[in-house]
């Protein structure tokens, strides 16, 4: 299933997206189980948190939908008719992996890394598919990266490889904004890479049983139109399994955590002439399976 977050006349609500048609979940349940609905189905991370039964509960919903064909309802609307939300927007750790493509580290003409190189951003630099992506006056080289993320559907810690999907509840699309010369210039890469509006995310969390292989998805970012990035997660030089037993070695994961995979080449920083996000730029990042999140730049 396809899971958003969004608002509507005002509300913060949790629904499910069928093509170009969204459905609040809390009321959907209320339709059919005689006005109840679980506290679960107010939002993403209590759902998650919930775990399977509350799956399997939201699939029978949706079953019981579509049999019913009542596809005019109030808890019903059309996509254009919300301003979609960033799919969770309190996750507890947002853990980034740094050089996981081999192309990346041959346009910075590096090594691949012999262990996953690790950094975080901050949550509160979450914003949806549609908001604006600031550039601050701390930064003049502000730069994109198309990545794949994960979102942790339970708690774990030592988890193996072979266990690592199992933990998994789906995935969804990050753009890692940087502030090259701010990542560089401290010799630590947390400031530069969490600025406010520095994590857009979205458009949907996809649930893991509607991507058969997250390991064969075309990635290919934009900028006004001009191709910037293209590239498959193929080509990830460590494994979502494996990192997620890298990681999960040192600390805990809790639903509602968050990956980001890494960044194929292409990025800004790299290039010759370099290029640099600037105010009125519109930054599109593509993903087969899951969509597209789009961002427009502002000064």
């Known amino acids: 299933m396809r899971f958003v977050t969004y608002e509507a006349d005002g509300n913060k609500l949790f629904g499910v997206k069928l093509e170009d048609t969204v459905f609040d979940l809390y009321e959907l349940s209320k339709e059919f189980h005689n006005g109840v609905a679980p506290d679960f189905l107010k939002d993403m991370k209590s759902f998650i948190q919930a775990g399977t039964d509350a799956f399997h509960y939201v699939t029978e919903l949706v079953t019981k939908l579509e049999e019913d064909g009542n596809m005019n309802a109030?808890?019903?609307?059309?996509?254009?008719?919300?301003?979609l939300l960033p799919p969770i927007e309190n996750p507890g750790k947002v853990v980034c992996v740094g050089n996981n493509y081999m192309d990346h580290c041959r346009e910075q003409n590096v090594d691949p890394p012999k262990q996953p190189l690790i950094f975080s951003k901050w949550p509160t630099c979450i914003i949806a598919t549609g908001e604006e992506i600031e550039l601050p006056e701390e930064s003049k080289q502000v730069d994109f990266e198309a990545e794949l993320a994960v979102v942790i559907g339970k708690g774990g810690k030592h988890i193996s490889e072979e266990e690592a999907e199992d933990y998994i509840f789906g995935y969804t699309i990050m753009n890692d904004v940087s502030a090259r010369d701010v990542q560089f210039g401290d010799g630590q890469w947390v400031r530069?890479?969490?600025?406010?509006?520095?994590?857009?995310?979205?458009?949907?969390?996809?649930?893991?049983?509607?991507?058969?292989?997250?390991?064969?998805?075309?990635?290919?970012?934009?900028?006004?139109?001009?191709?910037l990035q293209d590239s498959n997660t193929k080509h990830m030089i460590f494994s979502i399994p494996y990192i997620i037993s890298y990681l999960s070695k040192g600390f805990t994961f809790e639903p509602g955590d968050i990956i980001a995979t890494g960044t194929p080449h292409g990025v800004g920083v790299f290039r010759n002439p370099q290029v640099f996000l600037k105010g009125g730029d519109v930054c599109t990042i593509e993903i087969d399976q899951i969509g597209t999140l789009q961002n427009k730049v502002t000064e």
Do not use: C, M, Y
Request: no cysteine.
């Open 74 to 83: 109030r808890f019903l609307r059309k996509i254009e008719d919300i301003k």
């Open 192 to 227: 530069g890479k969490s600025f406010d509006t520095f994590a857009p995310l979205g458009p949907v969390l996809v649930s893991k049983d509607e991507i058969a292989n997250p390991q064969e998805l075309h990635i290919k970012l934009d900028v006004n139109g001009q191709v």
